[in-house]
């Protein structure tokens, strides 16, 4: 034992003895001992990679990793950043006969309107003169209008041998040509129809097309071989916006059929005495116009009143043209047209009676009267003006005073009135029977029955009794049910037209100009228009001919080698005069001037890795519509382009106006230069023109767009991790790149934030140099966000701006896995010998390796901590004083952790006190830490 006052030795009182943790040795009077623990980390190398930025090179996880040698990961770097250099000729070739005017590739850097100029020149010169070849072009498969009188005379000239080209009727079929206008009438039935049926149109005859007396309006009948004209009868006036007009049909018409053979014709201001004779429209008619009672049988076979005997001959009114009765009381006046023997037909006649016979006054229409005399059987219709039903219809044999209602009665009376003129109607047909009073039989009858006591053939009468008055217009007409209908078409007009193709065949399409030469001679009063044939339809050219040359341009309708015209009247409707013209000569004028300018521009340019060549030419020329081509030489081809990359076309706009033909290429932009960098540009314009025109260049620009800045990045991943309680991680990464300068960033991916860590633990960022450099990551603060099962992972990037490639060489990638801090609760045991209490304390003196420790903590048991390392450094190295209890004893214990394989050694003295003295031992420990 030493004191502070003297240097003397004597019997410890305290003593080392071993514990049960860790592995301890007891040296000597058991004043000195050695301790040795374990802190060891898991290590782990990648065994998977992903290459962020870059390409492969070579080297493979983790061989190429595992160890600091000659074994490299290496990936290529990428482009990943880009600037722009523009080039310009240097330089300029003439092609083929293109002329030098001014200026210099010095005035082609900008697009200012300083302009380098060529001048074109002429390759190409034609001349043509082709006549029409044929006048039997049916291109729009319409049948001609008109005639040639001599075609071949258009095939030369002008020469004053003439194709006369004359108008021909197109409205087909047409009856007489001094009518203008006609319609169609067509007649539709729905029972059968017999020939000689009385039919009616309506028809408004205002306006020029018609004389006011209608002298002009004709009917006829196509019969399949001429025209037949037909007495046609108007029943209401000339003139009128609703004119009446009866005709009697030619043919019979089938049930449910029609003929439509019928016209009306009008539009003749020279017709006169037009036929009109009613007897021929209907069956029967007499305006008793003249004395025509001889024309009857004039005898009482119905008895309205009176005996068979009472009867009272009609007589004529001359002055009126009409026919008077008197009958006197009960005698009456019949009268029945000789030889009219039908059995379906309809009455009219037109009576006036005055009140000489107020009572029983009575007229009546008779039809199908057989057996004349008082043996007859007969239907009639009697109306009545007194006591009588009326009106009655009757089916009788003879009988005196008969006005039974065996066929009709009605269920009110109607009477016709004294002093008024009346129209009185009665049709029957099959067993149908109607009457109608001041109405048409189209109009709802007055009263209508049915009856089939005899349907045959019988006399047709008028029978007036106990009146007296006239009867005038006696009209008998055949008549079915329901009557048929006549419509009226649409007006023709009587029309001149010309349709005349001609045609070019073999024609030269492809001149610049193309003109349309027709020479004509003495023109018709009416228009005379040509059209061409173009799309598949008919597109104007002249609107009128006139004698002499006649020019126009056809380039935009001449595409084909096939060209046709058509000559065309221009009234095409109601052209009532027949027109002619003379055409001396028609042919087709082509010619053509081509000229043509052609430079190529030459520069140069830097080798660097091009990402695109965006190349520009803005030119302007002298006139307008040049076919421009722009063409950038493709060294890897040997050939400037057709089409695609390298290649430009357009027609230019406006005369001296520039134009920018701009192209950018990014697949294989390198491919447009060659070995020293240079490249070339060709232009060439050409049109057909008479004129010869100028190139102006502006701008010629050959812009690169090239990688100034390239990126190579790699993530390892680490797929075997087997603890994710460890206190802290740490990756050690060993790399360099084949270039220096280049920005590295190391960075361990975050599975929480799922995103590399930008900085603080897991990040590092630092400028490489030619050689390798080590970087460790420790991650001590939530390590556990660093991993994701068995999974952790860490991207190495470099980027450098340079215009060339790098390698990235990866060397080594480790990471050291900590296990949770190790204690050893019982590693040596302070052992007091004496009854007297002391006082104990560790102070370290020496150390190897502390650098490693990430935690060391060496403390009594009791709860005093005495020695500290943390982060390879002491934080504490000398423990503050513990009471040893007299005969008793302290166990010495060590907790730690270290951050990567190796063997620290701490060495420290047990210092021991006497209380109340200054009386100390130290005994030497050495704490061995693998």
């Known amino acids: 034992m030493l004191t502070d006052s003297e240097n003397t030795v004597t019997e410890p009182p ?8 860790g592995s301890s040795t007891i040296y000597t009077n058991n004043t000195s001992a050695s301790v040795t623990v374990s802190a060891s980390a898991t290590t782990f190398y990648p065994n998977g990679y992903s290459v962020v930025a870059g390409s492969y090179g070579s080297g493979s996880t983790p061989s190429s990793v595992s160890a600091v040698d000659s074994n490299y990961f290496v990936v290529d770097s990428v482009g990943s950043g880009t600037s722009d250099s523009s080039y310009h000729p240097l330089t300029y070739n003439l092609v083929g006969g293109t002329g030098y005017v001014s200026g210099s590739v010095d005035n082609l850097t900008s697009d200012d309107d300083i302009y380098m100029t060529f001048q074109s020149y002429l390759t190409q010169e034609t001349n043509i003169e082709d006549a029409a070849d044929s006048d039997l072009s049916d291109v729009d498969q319409s049948s001609d209008k008109g005639s040639h009188s001599n075609f071949s005379a258009e095939q030369s000239g002008p020469d004053a041998s003439y194709d006369v080209l004359t108008e021909s009727m197109t409205v087909s079929n047409w009856w007489d040509m001094s009518y203008l206008y006609r319609r169609r009438l067509n007649i539709t039935t729905t029972p059968a129809l017999p020939a000689g049926y009385s039919v009616s149109f309506t028809l408004d005859t205002t306006g020029a097309g018609f004389q006011d007396d209608g002298d002009d ?11 037949e004209e037909l007495d046609r009868a108007n029943e209401t006036s000339f003139n009128d916006a609703n004119t009446e007009i009866w005709f009697a049909t030619v043919s019979q018409i089938p049930s449910g059929g029609y003929d439509d053979n019928y016209y009306v014709y009008y539009g003749n201001p020279s017709a006169l005495n037009p036929p009109a004779n009613r007897s021929n429209v209907y069956l029967w008619w007499d305006d008793f116009s003249s004395n025509t009672l001889s024309r009857y049988d004039l005898a009482k076979w119905v008895d309205i009143h009176g005996a068979d005997t009472y009867y009272a001959t009609p007589t004529y009114d001359a002055a009126n043209e009409r026919v008077t009765f008197d009958t006197g009381d009960n005698y009456a006046s019949d009268m029945y047209p000789k030889g009219m ?27 199908r009267l057989n057996n004349p005399g008082i043996g007859s059987t007969h239907y009639y219709y009697h109306f009545s003006h007194g006591s009588y039903t009326s009106p009655g219809g009757s089916y009788n044999s003879w009988t ?59 006399r047709w009468g008028w029978a007036p009794a106990q009146v007296r008055g006239w009867v005038d217009d006696l009209l008998i ?5 329901p009557e048929p209908t006549v419509s009226v078409g649409a007006q023709e007009s009587q029309n001149y037209e010309l349709d005349l193709e001609v045609q070019w065949t073999n024609v030269n399409f ?92 030459q520069g140069g340019s830097n080798l660097y890795d091009w990402t695109r060549l965006n190349w520009t030419a803005v030119t302007s020329w002298t006139v307008d519509s040049v076919q421009v ?17 390298g290649y430009i076309s357009y027609t230019s706009g406006t005369a001296n106006a520039d134009q920018t033909g701009n192209q950018i290429v990014t697949s294989n932009p390198e491919d447009f230069r060659n070995a020293t960098g240079g490249w070339k540009i060709k232009m060439k314009g050409v049109k057909l023109t008479d004129i010869q025109f100028d190139l102006k260049v502006d701008l010629v620009e050959a812009a690169s767009t090239y990688y100034s800045e390239y990126t190579a990045s ?50 590092v960022s630092y400028t490489s140099t030619g050689g390798n450099v080590t970087k460790y990551l420790n991650i001590t603060v939530n390590p556990a966000s660093c991993l994701d099962g068995s999974n952790a992972k860490i991207r190495i990037t470099a980027v450098l701006s340079t215009p060339t490639s790098f390698q990235q060489l990866i060397n080594y990638v480790r990471l050291l896995q900590k296990p949770k801090q190790l204690s050893y609760d019982y590693v040596l045991n302070i052992q007091n010998q004496v009854a007297d209490p002391w006082k104990v304390r560790l102070k370290a003196f020496s150390q190897t390796g502390l650098g490693r420790l990430l935690n060391c903590t060496l403390y009594f048991k009791n709860g005093t901590q005495q020695i500290v390392v943390l982060d390879g450094s002491y934080s504490q190295d000398t423990g503050g004083w513990a009471d040893l209890a007299g005969s008793g004893s302290i166990h010495i214990a060590v907790d730690v952790s270290a951050e990567f394989l190796g063997t620290s050694q701490i060495w420290v003295y047990l210092e021991v006190l006497k209380p109340s003295t200054t009386t100390r031992m130290s005994l030497v420990i050495l704490f061995r830490i693998d």
């Open 14 to 21: 305290v003593m080392l003895q071993p514990g049960t943790a």
């Open 217 to 227: 309006l004709r009917v006829v009948y196509w019969n399949g071989t001429g025209y």
């Open 341 to 367: 023997n039908v059995s379906d037909a309809l009455i009219c006649v037109t009576f006036w009676a005055d009140l000489n016979y107020p009572t029983d006054a009575t007229v009546a229409l008779i039809s």
């Open 400 to 458: 005196n005073g008969e006005r039974n209602t065996l066929m009709y009665s009605p269920p009110s009376n109607t009477y016709w009135g004294f002093n008024q003129v009346h129209n009185l109607t009665y049709a029957a047909y099959g067993t149908s029977h109607k009457l109608w009073f001041d109405e048409k039989p189209d109009d709802t009858p007055l009263a209508s029955a049915t009856h089939s006591g005899d349907t045959s053939p019988g």
């Open 477 to 481: 007409r055949r008549y079915v049910e």
């Open 510 to 601: 492809s001149e610049a100009n193309e003109v349309l030469c027709i020479y004509g001679g003495a023109m018709g009063s009416e228009d005379i228009r040509v059209d061409v044939w173009y799309s598949n339809a008919w597109s104007n050219v002249f609107i009128d001919l006139s004698a002499g040359w006649n020019n126009v341009s056809v380039g935009q309708y001449l595409t084909f080698s096939t060209f046709t015209i058509r000559f065309k009247g221009g009234a095409e409707t109601s052209d009532t005069v027949q027109d002619a013209w003379q055409v001396d000569v028609s042919l087709l004028h082509v010619w053509t001037r081509e000229y043509t300018a052609e430079v190529e521009f």
């Open 629 to 645: 081509t722009l063409q950038l030489y493709n060294y890897t081809g040997q050939f400037y382009p057709g089409s695609g990359d």
């Open 714 to 763: 790699t993530a390892f991943l680490f797929d075997d991790i087997t603890d994710n309680q460890s206190p802290s991680l740490n990756f050690t990464v060993v790399c360099h790149n084949s270039v220096d300068g280049a920005v590295v960033t190391i960075q361990v991916w975050n599975y929480t934030t799922s995103s590399y860590v930008t900085g603080g633990q897991g990040y």
